[in-house]
């Protein structure tokens, strides 16, 4: 395994991997953010500004564990 590094400088594959994975996440988000499911940024404009938000507290008898 210690050859293949002897092929490739581990600095460009390093640089590379981490330029490719950093498209790959945007692009992922960008998906995301085009569907209409799941974009985070649009559904605070279907909140009305004077709703309530409901707490949901644990009951006293569970235990957290």
Known sequence: MWRVWLLFDPRRVLVGLAVFLFTLAVLIHFILLSSEKYNWLDNAALWE?????????????TALV
Not at 49 to 61: A, V, W
């Open 49 to 61: 500004p004077g709703s309530q938000i409901e707490l949901l507290y644990p009951d006293q008898n």
